[in-house]
């Protein structure tokens, strides 16, 4: 518990906060920006004629 309380008050912890915060948005957008273009290069590559 005085853990949480560190977190949430002392200015460190807003800073860890803030930090894995940062980080954790960070993931959220890589990984949809990867997914979003690893189907667009899939779609490209089926419409590509055979050889």
């Known amino acids: 518990m ?3 309380k560190d977190l949430f008050t002392s200015d460190v ?13 960070m993931a959220v957008f890589f990984v949809r920006y990867f997914v ?8 490209k590559a089926d419409s590509l004629p055979r050889r």
Request: net charge negative; charged share 20%.
């Open 2 to 4: 005085h853990a949480l």
């Open 13 to 25: 912890g807003l800073m860890s906060l803030a930090g894995l915060t940062f980080m954790m948005g």
């Open 36 to 43: 979003r273009h690893i189907e667009e290069d899939a779609r």
